[in-house]
Nanobody, 116 residues
């Protein structure tokens, strides 16, 4: 098991919601600059869904604005992604990334399947 563990994935019908969590199993070396959620659909490249900086600034892909919300706790042990009104084309593996002053860390991902 790596430093980052994602959870909360599953199967949901179109229009439904899921809440993903990313937990750090230990203090991240070097200090955290930002955390982000990426997703990768079958046969497609990995893309950024949402990110949040140490200062709390958030950024979202245009396709998820108004439906997804990223949040963190101040200890950086947990970053959440609330996903509402999910669409079938958003099926894929969702991965957490942490950027520190010295490196980037990735979780192994959690599967999200949105059915019609």
């Amino acid at each position: 098991q790596g430093l980052l563990v994602e959870s909360g994935g599953g199967v949901v019908q179109a229009g439904g919601s899921l809440r993903l969590s990313c937990t750090a199993s230990a203090r991240m070396p070097g200090g955290v600059i930002a955390m982000a959620w990426y997703r990768q659909a079958p046969g497609k490249e990995r893309e950024l869904a949402a990110s949040i900086t140490a200062g709390g600034h958030t950024n979202y892909a245009d396709s998820v604005k108004g439906r997804f919300s990223v949040s963190r706790d101040h200890a950086w042990k947990l970053v959440n992604l609330q996903m509402n009104n999910l669409k079938p084309e958003e099926t894929g593996v969702y991965l957490c990334k942490v950027v520190t002053r010295g490196a980037e860390y990735w979780g192994q991902g959690t599967q999200v399947t949105v059915s019609l």
